[in-house]
């Protein structure tokens, strides 16, 4: 429950191709969409929680 997102994909200081610009975006969307699960998750505990 005490588990924080990730964050956004560091982008490299240099040219990236784009098959690596494609993964790069790949997985800053998985790391958004397992933020959003883990906050709902929070959400539902914490409403669990108090009632």
Known sequence: MTQECQG??????????????????????????DCVRLDHAKGDTIKALVQ
Do not use: F, M, N
């Open 8 to 33: 956004v994909v560091a982008i490299p200081h240099r040219s990236i191709s784009i098959e690596d610009e494609t993964k790069l975006h790949a997985e800053d969307r998985r790391r958004l969409g």
